[in-house]
């Protein structure tokens, strides 16, 4: 990245050198000082487009649309919390920090030879690891009762039987007392069980879960059906992210209508919805930053003898480039390209200080 900034640097700075061999006024530098830093800005935002895929491991965005998202967003109260309470940034790195990964259940292949309606499967990401886990919660959506009733939530593991037909486990059983007329969430912890599975990836058949009330009725929705979109089983993973340690420093602040030809720190708010990224949930915009400027007079203070050398040879060395010295990542909220929801911290999002190097 930084070859990457000292290039679009020296670009700028060759098209600012030849606008003054031609004998420009004050007026035409200012105009190529604004130039200078408008090109730096377009670079910057596609350096955090870049930088954005290749850190999920993407060659391309997510093709999702707003009304996939609609359909795909589940309903429910951590999503919920996440969204209400959204703190675009991450103001310090030496702690550790937690990711949250929600997975959405989908039916399996093995229903339809084993005809069981209330079978749900879940794919792990790889990101999750037994011993990052802090915790793990199965959700499930209870339909409304037609009156005041106990419903019996009863989770069991499927596993194979030795016939190849599929045997169950038992999980965990809820007594929940319910109101008529009022669907509600239910949260299982199922930490153990998911820390089991990814000792054992070959055990993971999928859960079957079902929610009777007094007359034998199935509350539990398992699967998205007209009008409850957004309302199927999904697990909620919290696992633990190791902390970095990032180098503080400092440097000029400037907005774009500072006349500073040094090197500064200039405003930038991206809008991911500009980009057509409708897939990255929360935000959808944050305060990125940008430098740009000169760094000759620094670099003089700095290094003399190499300032004289560059003098005597400019096109020999490229000299100190005007680049981030300290970043800060964001918490983003997206789906990835398996339509699973991540809340995770996307590191050197914002630029906080700018200097020569």
Known sequence: MLLSLCFTVLLSAGFAMEMNQTGAAEGGEQCSACDFREHSKQMRLHSIKSQILSILRLEQAPNISRDMIRQLLPKAPPLTQL???YDPRVED???ATTETIITMAT???LVAQDELSSCCLFSLSPKIQPRNILSAQLWVRLRPADMITTVFLQISRLKLGKEGNNTRVRVRSLKIDTDAGAGSWQSIDIKSLLQAWLRQPETNYGLEINAYDSKGEDLAVTSAEPGEEGLQPFIEVKILDSPKRSRRDSGLNCDEESVETRCCRYPLTVDF?????DWIIAPKRYRANYCSGECEFLHLQQYP???LVNKANPRGTAGPCCTPTKMSPINMLYFNRKEQIIYGKIPSMV???CGCS
């Open 107 to 109: 039916k399996p292949n």
């Open 351 to 353: 630029v906080d200080h």
């Open 305 to 307: 003898h190499a300032h």
């Open 273 to 277: 919805e500009d980009f057509g990224w």
């Open 93 to 95: 790195e030496d702690h």
């Open 83 to 85: 969204l209400d309470q």
